[in-house]
């Protein structure tokens, strides 16, 4: 379940050292987990690295955002969906263009959208999914009838270890908004509760969702 991992390559947003994030891993018992640099693949070879050493099995990607808008986040399954990747997001970052709503049809990585992409009632291909925190459970109730809700899965994002480590994001937030602390809007910062989670207690965040 931890497919969404910010390390600090998150610019101005993400509050982890590689090393570090992966030490958590091993603290928690978590055997697989993926980084997702926000717009950035910087942390990926470290992070890789870092994984074989403590025998855990890494797993490479990105999430896309407009600013503060999560279009996706995109997870390759070999290192041909890596270089699909990074073909996608160096295409848009050196021409300056927003990416667009839907990801590329990859041949050799996974899509994962938001909850709330299932409002427009996408077709999803066989590499996309709906993504949905345990935080956002409540939310999935009003999209039971719509199109795509069969490929919801459960997936969890790590940002940072603690309070501390929140409030450290949040002065980063603001200083990419260029605005007070005070002023910060909730949009722009991350949700409180991205933070390590021992696997069996994600389980039983999601026990009532055990079909996904």
């Given at each position: 379940?931890?497919?969404?991992?910010?390390?600090?390559?998150?610019?101005?947003?993400?509050?982890?050292?590689?090393?570090?994030?992966?030490?958590?891993?091993v603290?928690?018992?978590?055997g697989?987990?993926?980084?997702?640099d926000?717009n950035?693949?910087?942390?990926?070879?470290?992070?890789?690295?870092?994984?074989?050493?403590?025998?855990i099995?890494?797993?490479?990607?990105?999430?896309?955002?407009?600013?503060?808008?999560?279009?996706?986040?995109?997870?390759?399954?070999?290192?041909?969906?890596?270089?699909?990747?990074?073909?996608?997001?160096?295409?848009y970052?050196?021409?300056?263009?927003?990416?667009?709503?839907?990801?590329p049809?990859?041949?050799?990585?996974?899509?994962?959208?938001?909850l709330?992409?299932?409002?427009?009632?996408?077709?999803?291909?066989?590499?996309?999914?709906?993504?949905?925190?345990?935080w956002?459970?409540?939310?999935?109730?009003?999209?039971h009838?719509?199109?795509?809700?069969?490929?919801?899965?459960?997936?969890?994002?790590?940002?940072?270890?603690?309070?501390?480590?929140?409030?450290?994001?949040?002065?980063?937030?603001?200083?990419?908004h260029?605005?007070?602390?005070?002023?910060?809007?909730?949009?722009?910062?991350?949700?409180?509760s991205?933070?390590?989670?021992?696997?069996?207690k994600?389980?039983?965040?999601f026990?009532?969702?055990?079909?996904?």
């Open positions: 379940m931890y497919l969404n991992c910010h390390s600090y390559f998150s610019l101005r947003y993400g509050t982890i050292p590689i090393q570090d994030l992966v030490n958590k891993a603290e928690l018992g978590i697989c987990m993926a980084l997702t926000i950035n693949t910087s942390g990926v070879f470290d992070f890789i690295k870092a994984c074989k050493t403590a025998n099995r890494p797993i490479v990607g990105v999430e896309f955002r407009n600013g503060d808008e999560l279009k996706y986040i995109c997870l390759a399954k070999n290192n041909e969906g890596f270089r699909e990747i990074n073909y996608f997001l160096t295409e970052l050196s021409k300056k263009k927003d990416f667009p709503n839907k990801a049809s990859y041949q050799n990585a996974f899509s994962i959208y938001p709330d992409f299932l409002e427009t009632s996408p077709v999803l291909e066989n590499h996309e999914f709906i993504g949905v925190r345990f956002e459970i409540p939310k999935t109730y009003r999209f009838n719509k199109q795509g809700f069969e490929k919801i899965i459960a997936i969890h994002t790590l940002t940072f270890f603690n309070k501390i480590y929140f409030n450290l994001h949040r002065l980063l937030r603001a200083i990419d260029n605005t007070l602390l005070s002023k910060l809007p909730k949009y722009a910062e991350a949700n409180p991205e933070w390590p989670i021992e696997e069996q994600l389980f039983e965040n026990q009532y969702f055990a079909e996904w």
